[in-house]
């Protein structure tokens, strides 16, 4: 295997290992939210919203970082390579496509809200009813499936290429968040 794809496979494998630890994280403080909730703690309530949120925006810019990975250094011109790349990045357009049904402009939305304070391409502040259609993409959903959704089939991408390439790199053992 070249080394340019070894390397793109073992940054996409990180990303996957880190989206894992924070839909583990989702579930563990849904959990917690849920007691806070039985027991009518407002503070402690707040404070595992406010977790909740940062962990489900994380997973948007871990997501991202994972596509733009895929999408733009997923390549070989290596005929040993081609074909099998080819085939991978044919079959894991199914997997993009119910993230990308589900939060409908995500990268715009990460960029704008996440990640650049608010700001367009242009650098021109949006307005509140701008800001507020980037947080209905985000976070807008009745139950943590949508996020969870998102590691469950990077799982299933990162299947795909383990199915296809021998790898040497297993980052489920060698790299933690």
Do not use: C
């Amino acid at each position: 295997m070249t080394e340019k794809l070894t390397a793109s496979l073992n940054i996409l494998m990180m990303l996957q290992s880190q989206m894992n630890h924070l839909k583990s994280a989702m579930i563990y403080i849904s959990q917690i939210k849920m007691e806070a909730w039985r027991s009518s703690d407002k503070e402690r309530l707040f404070e595992l919203n406010t977790a909740l949120t940062s962990i489900i925006a994380y997973t948007f810019i871990s997501y991202n970082s994972f596509k733009d990975e895929f999408d733009k250094y997923f390549l070989s011109k290596d005929k040993s390579e081609m074909n099998s790349v080819i085939k991978i990045r044919k079959s894991a357009k199914k997997h993009f496509k119910p993230i990308n049904n589900m939060f409908n402009n995500l990268k715009e939305a990460r960029n704008v809200v996440l990640t650049h304070g608010f700001r367009n391409k242009e650098n021109i502040p949006l307005t509140i009813e701008e800001v507020q259609g980037h947080f209905d993409i985000l976070f807008n959903h009745d139950n943590l499936e949508p996020f969870t959704m998102i590691s469950d089939n990077v799982n299933s991408i990162v299947k795909l290429i383990s199915d296809e390439f021998t790898l040497e790199f297993n980052p489920q053992s060698n790299f933690s968040v």
